[in-house]
């Protein structure tokens, strides 16, 4: 969709944007203002979770098109345009949300490849995986290279006795006993916590809203 010169092109295009067909229900009918939202989302719960949560491929898709979608209508405006330049502001505040996202789980799996990987290998068939087809591919390679570099810069060089490593023993593990912050959406009552539940949030800080704060004080 063009932009004729001088107009300021609409922040997010495309608010028909269809999914594939394989996406889960709960994304067939968003609009690009609520894949942005739900974007931000799940970046944020990303950054402040120990270990690696389940990817979302089909939102960085569906934002990436719009932001080659956004970019086609800014290349036809002036660049003096004041509007034009407030929503290249922000389509720069969106990739930097896709690059942090995408970043924070590579971080994540470059970390505990070894367990990212045998967690994968032991899922059963019809499980949702935690790696998108990309990530997978590039953990399995990632893992390949540090074996190399492993074997290549001392392994080879140790008696043969210690030359073997059981990479599944030295491999490192999220802190899964590490605090987390939570933040409450919605407020339900009555909620029953066993035991189980309660020893994890011990390491759980809910931020609560003002509203319910200022009720418990």
Not at 43 to 72: A, F, G, I
Not at 135 to 158: G, I, S
Request: with cysteine; hydrophobic share 40%.
């Amino acid at each position: 969709m063009a932009v004729a010169p001088g107009d300021s092109p609409n922040l997010l295009a495309r608010d028909d944007y269809s999914p594939p067909s394989d996406v889960a229900s709960e994304y067939d009918s968003l609009s690009a203002a609520e894949v942005l939202t739900k974007l931000e989302e799940t970046w944020r719960n990303e950054l402040l979770s120990p270990e690696l949560l389940d990817h979302k491929t089909y939102l960085v898709e569906c934002m990436m098109e719009q932001v080659k979608e956004m970019e086609e209508n800014l290349s036809h405006v002036r660049s003096d345009d004041f509007v034009a330049g407030i929503h290249k502001l922000e389509l720069e505040r969106i990739k930097y949300v896709l690059c942090s996202y995408l970043r924070s789980r590579l971080k994540k799996i470059e970390a505990n490849v070894i367990f990212v990987l045998e967690e994968e290998a032991g899922k059963e068939v019809n499980t949702s995986s935690k790696l998108s087809a990309d990530e997978l591919v590039y953990a399995k390679e990632y893992a390949d290279l540090m074996k190399d570099h492993m074997q290549t810069l001392a392994l080879r060089h140790m008696p043969s006795s210690f030359q073997k490593l059981d990479h599944k023993k030295a491999a490192t593990k999220p802190p899964l006993d590490s605090f987390v912050f939570v933040r409450a959406l919605d407020n339900i009552d009555n909620i029953l916590i066993d035991e189980e539940l309660r020893w994890y949030l011990y390491h759980v800080l809910i931020i609560l809203s003002s509203t319910e704060v200022h009720k418990s004080t």
